[in-house]
């Protein structure tokens, strides 16, 4: 199965309700290694690894979120595979 890379900016009603914590959980899920963090700009950040069927279930998770969040876009930059990740963090701080 091929695998990718994947970085979106979430934007939108994103900081504050648990868009972090839900991200990681549905990155565990599927099995996916990279990252999800808060911007200064009130926007959320991630990067996914793995195979392209379970990155594009987060992606599609990405655009709706957690109960309470409001989603009104998502950037998505799609990328070659690197495998630098051993897991899936949420990065605290800015």
């Given amino acids: 199965m091929k695998r990718e890379r994947v970085h979106l900016v979430i934007k939108g ?4 309700v648990c868009f972090r914590a839900g991200t990681r959980d549905k990155a565990l ?3 996916l ?4 963090k808060n911007s200064a700009d009130g926007s959320v950040e991630a990067i996914f690894e ?11 998770w990405c655009y709706k979120g957690p ?14 595979y690197t495998g630098e ?8 701080g800015y």
């Fill in 13 to 16: 009603r994103v900081q504050g």
């Fill in 29 to 31: 899920e599927l099995n």
């Fill in 33 to 36: 290694k990279g990252w999800v």
């Fill in 50 to 60: 793995g195979p392209k069927e379970q990155l594009n279930k987060a992606v599609r």
């Fill in 67 to 80: 109960p309470g969040a409001g989603v009104t876009g998502v950037n998505e930059k799609w990328y070659d």
């Fill in 85 to 92: 990740f051993d897991n899936f963090d949420i990065i605290f």
